[in-house]
């Protein structure tokens, strides 16, 4: 990602903004994990996006005085003696301005006072109130010394706007950069995805399976997960948002396997369900049909000009006809249909936005009926899970089952950015039973 990004996106908002105002965006905090031992730092997703600076302690102000003049201003980390030996070096303050372009920039520790008379004057400032503690308080500080004559000649803002709607919808419509990043965060999860069907073997743990996925992330230049991966046998493949991953992988069983890898920021994000002693059973062959053909439809009506909406229109009505076939749902179909009677084996959304964040920002639209554009990238995520207490025949029970592609909408339709990570049936058994023989 080059300077010339990061500053075409920075004009990009300064031309939305209004005359005489300043656009605040900072840093992510640094979260305790206990005592006094940190996670591992993930920078905010808004501030990365304008700065590419993957420090805390810094604030980001974007300044227009007229339509033609506006400048840029960084606080960031004093790079002290103290900061270097136990944190390592920081970027400081006089490399800022030629390796971020931006026009000044000012110690953290002095943000309260200098950044008053960067404000003073101006009539917006725009910021996103209720993001974090820590800017929140920072912010209303400053505007306090302001509006109450805490320093001479100085005058506050008298409008305080939220840039999310317009920063939102800014990092909806991916760039060339970003589809670049996108699209090899996608084949090194789908690597991940590869790598554990070759390592899967029944009495294996969950996390001994994610932490094979993890090794390829690592392995190919990804070294954190996009979140918290997903590793549900058996019955824990009905548990959406299950990530445990403690539990002894049975022979017989299916594993569903959710793991995507983050590369500069930008998330992977791919499911995929395999048998576990590498051959389905009747049951599970007969759900995962009706998924594969249900995400493969969605795969083949995406393009430019629909929406979410429409297409999870179709992929649902296909989902309820099939599972009407195996007599787990019951009654007229049209009926079915309207009461959505699939919600108890498909309960989430078919697709969602992917980019800095694995649930991306930008507007849905109303009941998600935005049309698609090209530039933007989305999942195809559709699934059936039947509960092992569900009323249907019982050679069904506990059986949970997902697949999950990431595809950029493209001028002439889709193009699938996971691909490679296998989920036609045969080939994942002969891949499974090639294993076995060797």
Not at 35 to 56: H, I, M, V
Not at 103 to 125: E, K, M, V
Not at 271 to 277: D, G
Not at 348 to 367: A, E, F, R, T
Request: charge should be neutral; proline fraction near 4%; aromatic fraction near 10%.
């Amino acid at each position: 990602m080059t300077k010339k990004e990061f500053l075409y996106r920075r004009q990009a908002l300064l031309s939305k903004m209004a005359p005489s105002s300043g656009a605040l965006f900072f840093a992510a905090p640094v979260i305790m994990r206990n005592k006094d031992n940190a996670y591992p730092y993930r920078q905010n997703s808004d501030f990365w996006y304008f700065t590419g600076l993957n420090e805390p302690e810094a604030a980001l102000l974007l300044i227009k005085i007229t339509t033609y003049q506006d400048y840029s201003v960084l606080f960031n980390r004093r790079p002290t003696l103290q900061t270097k030996t136990w944190l390592g070096p920081c970027l400081g303050q006089d490399a800022a301005p030629s390796q971020l372009a931006v026009d000044y920039s000012f110690p953290w520790d002095t943000i309260s006072n200098n950044i008053c008379y960067f404000l003073n004057g101006l009539r917006i400032i725009y910021h996103a109130q209720g993001q974090d503690k820590v800017s929140d308080t920072i912010v209303s500080s400053i505007l306090h010394k302001l509006q109450n004559g805490l320093l001479q000649h100085c005058s506050s803002p008298s409008i305080v706007a939220d840039w999310r709607p317009w920063v939102h919808e800014l990092r909806l419509i991916k760039s060339k950069a970003e589809q670049g990043l996108l699209r090899e965060a996608g084949h090194i999860s789908a690597l991940g995805h590869q790598r554990a069907i070759a390592c899967l073997v029944p009495d294996m743990y969950e996390y001994q399976l994610e932490g094979e996925m993890q090794y390829e992330f690592n392995k190919n230049g990804a070294r954190f997960t996009s979140y918290n991966t997903i590793i549900g046998s058996g019955t824990n493949a009905c548990i959406l948002h299950y990530n445990n991953n403690t539990k002894k992988i049975k022979s017989g069983e299916l594993v569903l396997m959710d793991a995507g890898c983050e590369l500069q920021g930008y998330a992977g994000d791919i499911t995929r369900t395999i048998p576990v002693n590498g051959i389905f059973s009747v049951p599970q062959r007969a759900i995962y049909s009706i998924v594969l053909d249900a995400i493969n439809l969605g795969l083949a009506l995406y393009t430019p000009g629909t929406t979410i909406f429409q297409v999870t229109k179709k992929v649902t009505y296909m989902i309820t006809k099939r599972l009407m076939q195996l007599n787990i749902l019951h009654g007229n179909l049209e009926t079915l249909i309207e009461e959505n009677a699939v919600h108890q084996f498909f309960m989430h959304k078919l697709s969602h936005w992917l980019g800095l964040d694995v649930h991306d920002v930008g507007s849905y639209g109303q009941n998600y009926d935005r049309v698609l554009e090209p530039g933007m990238v989305l999942t195809v995520e559709p699934g059936i899970y039947i509960a092992p207490d569900a009323s249907v025949p019982k050679e069904y029970l506990g059986i949970g089952i997902r697949i999950e592609d990431t595809i950029l909408i493209t001028k002439d339709g889709n193009e699938n950015l996971t691909i490679l990570a296998e989920k036609n049936i045969t080939k994942i058994e002969t891949l499974m039973m090639n294993k076995k023989k060797s």
